[in-house]
Nanobody
Framework: VQLVESGGGLVQAGDSLRLSCQVS????????MGWFRQAPGEEREFLAR????????VYADSVKGRFFISRDSIKDMVYLQMNNLIPEDTAVYYC???????????????????WGQGTQVTVSS
């Protein structure tokens, strides 16, 4: 599975941004797609995840109500819509993928097998 993120950039506080993740090489619909971010000197942080087939989603409390995850099964794309951005949202944002397995914790980086290269988001005050 290959993941390629795009859509990052420099924005001002209060702006919105939509990140995209192109998915290729996926062999089934039983996948979980996640978005994480990592700020300098910080650990990689879970933001949101979505089950590819059912479309069910989960959000971290830190972004609930501001960030929204979605997927387009026809285009094989996963999106992260980010609204009302604040400087603390500045980070490299990563898309991740894993096969569905009840034993995995998908709110943790260890739950995922595949990662994109990341896209930088910088929010100025």
């Amino acid at each position: 599975v290959q993941l390629v993120e795009s859509g990052g950039g420099l924005v001002q506080a209060g702006d919105s941004l939509r990140l995209s993740c192109q998915v290729s090489g996926r062999t089934s619909s039983s996948y979980v797609m996640g978005w994480f971010r990592q700020a300098p000197g910080e650990e990689r942080e879970f933001l949101a995840r979505i089950q590819w087939r059912e479309g069910m989603w989960v959000y971290a409390d830190s972004v609930k109500g501001r960030f929204f995850i979605s997927r387009d099964s026809i285009k094989d794309m996963v999106y992260l819509q980010m609204n009302n951005l604040i400087p603390e949202d500045t980070a490299v944002y990563y898309c991740a993928a894993a096969s569905w397995d009840l034993r995995r914790n998908y709110n943790n980086i260890g739950g995922y097998d595949y990662w994109g290269q990341g896209t930088q988001v910088t929010v100025s005050s």
